[in-house]
């Protein structure tokens, strides 16, 4: 018969049992997700990594081949693929556990497995190590490119505003924003969407530059066709000859007339869902931002009723695709924008983006996806 506890002494807990410990060891290694979940991620990864070596494999080469060959070239070039995209000394560190784990199949007498694993897992070790830095990196970026982006929309006498922003990298090209030039005059609002040419981090830069740039011009209170031009010559200045243009859509709202005066430079077209179901769009402008130093920009005006929705989104939203590839595409998007409910503009970007969610899944994305609405009231 055991002995009673003794008062004022903490009895040890019982050792973890074996199950205990590896669910413990699971939950770390899972964050607790689901097997399905996991999965879907893994799939994504694997399709994804999958168009990353695919762009530097020659299909029309290899289809030239006859089929009992293809497999072979197909393989050789996803390798050579993997190997260039190495530094020169991972280069050579690969191809050294390669021989060395040829060498042990071919003769078991030379035991140099061990020595390959150990080499393909320094590789991977090397390889991981830059990966968490360029993370850390891009997740440093990505905090600041939130800082020039508005985190929540302004107050507007007779609309409301919502924004919505799916990053394809860390960091994006696509840029929102809605702002008074002069926080005292609350007649003109500025109402801005812009698509950079390009991903990820030259992107981002090139839309931190315009960012600059159209606050700076608009805050000098400069008429709208005027703003345009100028916005164009500074970005003709950081496109490397129009290589690296910008798609914008750039207007100004007076609240108490309704009066919205835009500018679509070459991006597209805005959606202008009238209170009576009427479609509308919004064309009217000229090319793209850094093309040309001297294009001419056209102005046009609309007003504004109450229930009217519109809705300003990047190329992303309509070519979003799914796992079979099949994109979203614009009657899709002109269908969700038919049947909006009448809602304020949160509810209303939240049905939109659960449209384009819907039909693409957990399919990762190769573009940034950004949608604005303004809702008259």
């Given at each position: 018969m055991s002995a009673p506890p003794t008062p004022g002494v903490s009895t040890p807990a019982p050792p973890a049992s074996l199950m205990d410990r590896l669910r413990h060891f699971w939950q770390r290694v899972s964050e607790g997700r689901q097997i399905d979940d996991l999965w879907s991620q893994f799939v994504a990864d694997a399709r994804a990594t999958y168009g990353f070596y695919d762009r530097d494999v020659d299909w029309e080469e290899i289809h030239k081949l006859p089929g009992w060959r293809r497999p072979l070239h197909v393989a050789?070039?996803?390798?050579?693929a993997l190997l260039m995209k190495m530094s020169p000394a991972r280069r050579v560190l690969l191809l050294i556990a390669f021989v060395l784990l040829a060498l042990s199949v071919i003769n078991e007498q030379m035991n140099l497995t061990g020595i390959a694993v150990m080499l393909f897992v320094l590789l991977l070790s090397l390889e991981l190590a830059d990966k968490v830095t360029m993370k850390r990196d891009l997740e440093i970026a990505r905090e600041i490119q939130t800082w020039l982006v508005p985190s929540q929309p302004p107050e507007v006498a007779t609309a409301n505003i919502a924004f919505a922003t799916r990053p394809q990298n860390s960091v994006a090209g696509d840029y929102y924003d809605a702002f008074y030039p002069n926080p005292e005059d609350r007649e003109k609002l500025m109402v801005v969407i812009a698509d950079v040419a390009g991903k990820s981090v030259p992107a981002a830069l090139l839309m931190a530059t315009l960012q600059a740039g159209l606050r700076t011009i608009a805050g000098e209170n400069a008429p709208l066709a005027d703003l345009v031009a100028r916005l164009n010559r500074y970005a003709c200045a950081h496109s490397l000859n129009?290589?690296?243009?910008t798609t914008a859509v750039l207007s100004e709202y007076n609240p108490v007339s309704r009066k919205l005066t835009y500018v679509n430079a070459g991006?597209?077209?805005?959606?202008?869902?009238?209170?009576?179901?009427?479609?509308e769009t919004l064309e009217v402008g000229g090319?793209?931002?850094?093309?040309?130093?001297?294009?001419?920009?056209?102005?046009?005006?609309?007003?504004?009723?109450?229930?009217?929705?519109l809705i300003f989104f990047t190329d992303g939203v309509v070519e979003a695709f799914n796992e079979s590839g099949e994109e979203f595409g614009n009657e899709r998007w002109l269908s969700a924008i038919r049947n909006l409910p009448d809602w304020d503009a949160q509810q209303t970007l939240q049905f939109l983006m659960g449209r384009v969610d819907e039909f693409v899944g957990t399919t990762r994305q190769s573009d940034d996806i950004t949608c604005m609405v303004f809702r008259c009231k």
């Open positions: 050789r070039q996803f390798f050579w129009g290589l690296r243009f991006h597209n077209a805005p959606i202008l869902r009238h209170a009576n179901g009427a479609i090319l793209p931002l850094g093309i040309r130093t001297a294009a001419d920009f056209e102005t046009a005006s609309l007003e504004l009723k109450p229930g009217d929705a």
